[in-house]
Nanobody, 126 residues
Framework: QVHLMESGGGSVQAGGSQRLSCAASVYPDRNFCMGWFRQAPGKEREGVAAIRSDGDTTTADSVKGRFTISKDHSRNTLYLQMNSLKPEDSAMYYC????????????????????WGQGTQVTVSS
């Protein structure tokens, strides 16, 4: 079991930057994946970026080159650095985790994750 708590959301103007944090109650060295997902009103939840315990990462095409996922193992914290934000990035952002080794092709699939945070709202104004 893992408890996840996101922080860092808020309002920002288009073109700006924001960094989200997700504090995890545990952060195993192996067989543990974490990811960032987002959900806008009326849309399905979608994967944004994810990282495996071996350090491999993947990023959705829609945010590639703008968003970067990273982790600080010493602090049990996951980050999402978001640059060049666009209005279409506005959504509730969720942190998620799974105690399993997920293939790279499946890292951004919501069904792979069993543990979810409460979410943090990001609003980008034009």
């Amino acid at each position: 079991q893992v408890h996840l708590m996101e922080s860092g959301g808020g309002s920002v103007q288009a073109g700006g930057s924001q960094r989200l944090s997700c504090a995890a109650s545990v952060y195993p060295d192996r067989n543990f994946c974490m990811g960032w997902f987002r959900q806008a009103p009326g849309k399905e939840r979608e994967g944004v970026a994810a990282i495996r315990s071996d350090g491999d990462t993947t990023t959705a095409d829609s945010v590639k080159g703008r968003f970067t996922i990273s982790k600080d193992h010493s602090r049990n914290t996951l980050y999402l650095q978001m640059n060049s934000l666009k209005p279409e990035d506005s959504a509730m952002y969720y942190c998620a985790a799974t105690f399993s080794r997920v293939s790279m092709l499946s890292l951004l699939k919501t069904q792979e994750y069993q543990h979810w945070g409460q979410g943090t709202q990001v609003t980008v104004s034009s």
